[in-house]
């Protein structure tokens, strides 16, 4: 069967070198952000194997500092904050809205070949000899101390700024003015309030890095010694800049997630998500109250008192939307039908990983305990726990649940399961020691430490030995599936969104005629049947 | 080292007890979210056709502003608690034994008053408040206690103040907690906390080279302060008795003449002019090491006590 | 000139619409972009009002006001174009849009002038420095943040030339109208964001220690 779909229209190299074509950018995406993820995984297994033991034998300091930075540099930027957005948001947003593309599909290719130029940069930064200042790159260490790749990493990160600024863009200005007819703003699917709400942010936040990585270039090419205390300059000052920055960063990374999980949730409790405006509009919360916390990583590096009182208050209160979601979701599941096919093991995973992961930065927000595990393994647990325990296992959740749609193949449900369900143990096993090392005092970015905390140490990479291979299980089995898999029909989870209305995998310009839209989304009868958003 | 878990001031001992109120806050409604999850998902699974789906709540609006309330009150509640011991240990007064320490790749120097240098360790007697006063003569280091619960960020171009009071005699970690470099996992040490008499003995056994403020003396000689701030023709404010006096500012402010006053002058002396006076001091920013600062600094406090003394 | 919309659009109006509302996102990123680096100046002109005050007094004035006159000019000139282009008046607005670029080369020339001035005067901090006096360190901060924030606004005036360049030759084609004129606005919006940001720039460079 060779019916035309956006994989078959044009098969030649150069098709794709140049595609315009929406889902095409996102496969590209897909690849490229895959191929990152096992550079920063490739770290973490180094980073795991030299934690084994408290002499740390295996690398030296300098080979151990450079290995934690380019894990946290390539899976911040060059995964966490393009994944979603980029791979998934890229492929959906214009089905889901009922669109043929994006609103600039040109900037839309720019932005993947931005990224991959960033990549590469970065990744010449790597193979030259490594950058060893951390991803958060402090000055005065990284400016005028360190004798690693800083400018070209500096740089990497710079282009591929643009390139999370072009997606944010794009999706802000599609969201606003290529909606279906009678697609408003209170029927449109969480996953885009979600993923508006992050192009908010990226289009706000990045060029504030950008403008902050350009002055640590400078300095360091010029000495012009804007953050060197020698020069009157404050190495505070770029604290601020740069976390004014990540801190919005982290809900870029999660807010996708968020948005997937609230499709996944309601799909397979066959039941519209609970307090479906307060969702909405907590994502929206999240993104504005986010903006004024980012002191929250700087109780203890001498800025005021008074600026710790008002940056701990804020992010208690940006606790409370996230809080608002996972009361919701579960809700959400009272009275459904609900079912365990892996997007929504992935889901429930997220909800649970996610509550502890916040959970526990109700702690780093309160300023005393903060002053404690501040830099200690206290943080790094987490943030893992959001990150991967959410992030990644909210874009596991959605690429499975889109698989179908994306490439026209049923992935094999049972393997599935079954990696979730490994994913799940090994993640935990791996980072909640890291919460007990981080409560008994062990700093971070130490490569060798005292003998006391081994024990949590190896069970830590023991999980992360697991972590590796069950991760690894999507890699075969959705490869296998692209060419063995059962072919997918339209709707194969009986979901209600625009985008299960194409077929799958969809034409190249998604739909012959713009659908109109009557109902809301998530419309399930008491008996679980699906009422498509169309007529 | 001591017990398992030391936790050896009343500062940490606060601390510990505010962990536990976030730790059961945390397990309560982790508690809650997986037995509902659980509850939901297997009573509501797909295949019980059984279970009563009718009556589903439809408005939400009560639910929504109960768990929202209730949310914002425990968060405000933890907020406060923490705010609190924040407080007291940062805004914390000038007082107690100090100590001065800086930190450098990769290690740690203590010098006491009395003119003792240590590396990489600090000795300290039970039950008086140490307060130590940090500098960087590089990048930001971290000056960490996990024993006693507390760090500060140790930054150049700046002094920082950290008060604990140890309650229990032992030896306990000191690690650095910011990033600085190469070594930075190995840039640890001992505290060593004493009984008082044990402390006296130590401090009277070490080597010195004339306490911190007769060196400080010394520098002020070789750097020729008194040139200006003697009785020479140019008009500066008198070091004797500065320590601890309000200063009318120039800009019609009162500041404090601190240790970050001093300091400052000395190498930032454009930051504040003291009122009256014309902008004349030159910086000695690069001319004056951490330690001859330091030195410096403790030695116009010292003239701040003789002032006192008739 | 384009009869249909591209094939993501409905129609001509909402790809205007569209290529607006772009545009003006785009503008929000440059103003923080500009805004960390106002406030990272901010930050230091708080700490060291008197340095940058006579730092600022070294700045060649005659050069930075009249190179504010003549992107005030420009931005008139291309308001003006982008009215006539959508009334039909092609030969006029294309006119019109290459004064405007040729005045940015002119904006350009002169900057290219002052800094040669600059470092004639020894101010080009990591590369030829040389400050007399008690505030030379805040000096070096100051022109620091003046070269980084020229130096940046220079290289969009720089785009902005070359993009009124090109709607300059495409107005002479007759491509824009009432009803399409998208890219005309738009250029023209990207290139009065560059004038206003230079004249937060003037205010902060120039003026310090001048006022009185």
Known sequence: MTERNYLTEDTRIISWLFTTDHKRIAILFFAAITLFFFVGGAAATMIRLELVSPQGRFVTSDVYNRLFTIHGVVMVWFFLIPSIPSTLGNFIVPLMIGARDLAFPRLN?????????????????????????????????????????????????????????????????????????????????????????????LVLATPVLAMTLLLVALDRVFGVGIFDPDRGGDPLLFQHLFWFYSHPAVYIMILPGMGVVSELVAVFSRKAVFGYKFVAWSAIAIAVVGFFVWGHHMFVSGQSVFAGLVFSFMSFIVAVPSAIKVFNWTATLHKGWVRFDAPMLYALAFIGLFTLGGLTGLFLACLAYDVYVTDTYFVIAHFHYIMVGGMVTAYFGGLHYWWPKITGRMYPEYWARAAAILIFFGFNLTFFPQFILGVLGMPRRYHVYPPEFQVWHVL?????????????????????????????????????????????????????ATPAVTRPPYEYTLSGEARPQNA | MSTWWPSETSHARAVDLLFMGL????????????????????????????????????????????????TLVAFLGLFVWGAQQYVELFGAGKSGLTVYVVAKQWMWKAQHLGGQREINELHVPLSHTVRLIMSSQDVIHSFFMPAFRIKRDVVPGRATDLSFRPLRAGVFHLFCAEYCGTDHARMTGRIVVMQENDFNRWLSS???????????????????????????????????????????LSDGTIGIADEAYLRDSIVKPRAKIVAGYEPLMPSYEGKISEDELIAVVAYIKSLAEKAKRP | MPETPAFQFVNLRQQHEVAQLGMWVFLATEVLFFGGLILGYSVYRFMYPEGFAEAARHTQIAIGTTNTAILLTSSFLVAWAVSLARLGAHRLAALLFAAAAALGCVFLLMKGIEYRIEYGEHLVPGYFFIFRGPNATSAWLFFSFYFVATGVHALHVAIGIMVLAVIALKTRRGAYSERYHAPATVAGLYWHFVDLVWVFLFALIYLPGRAS
Request: proline share 6%; hydrophobic share 45%; net charge positive.
């Open chain 1, 460 to 512: 830590s990479s023991a999980g992360a030995s697991i972590l590796a291979i069950a991760y690894l299980l999507p890699l075969f089995y959705l490869l296998w599936s692209m060419f063995y898999g059962a072919r997918a029909p339209a709707n194969p989870w009986g979901a209600t969104g625009l985008e299960w209305l194409t077929p799958s995998p969809p034409p190249k310009h998604n739909f012959e």
């Open chain 1, 109 to 201: 290719l720019t932005s993947f070949y931005l990224f991959m130029l960033g990549g590469c940069v970065t990744l010449y930064a790597v193979f030259a000899g490594g950058v060893d200042t951390g991803w958060t790159f402090y000055t005065p260490f990284s400016t005028m101390y360190s004798n690693g790749h800083v400018v070209l990493a500096v740089v990497g990160v710079f282009i591929t700024g643009f390139s999370s600024i072009l997606t944010g863009l794009n999706f802000i200005v599609t969201i606003h003015r290529l909606r279906a007819p009678g697609l408003t703003w209170y029927r449109l699917p969480l996953f885009l309030w979600s993923l508006y709400a992050t192009s908010v942010i």
């Open chain 2, 206 to 248: 070490q080597d010195v080279t004339g306490t911190l403020a007769a060196q400080g003396e010394r520098v002020n000689r070789q750097l020729g302060c008194g040139g200006c701030h003697g009785n020479g023709p140019v008009r500066a404010p008198k070091l004797e008795g500065l320590y601890g006096k309000p200063v009318p």
């Open chain 2, 23 to 70: 730790l059961a806050t945390t397990a309560l409604v982790l508690a809650l979210l997986f037995f509902l999850l659980l509850r939901f998902a297997i009573h509501y699974r797909a295949g019980n056709a059984s279970a009563d789906r009718s009556h589903r709540i439809r408005k939400s609006w009560h639910w929504e502003v109960t768990w929202t309330t209730a």
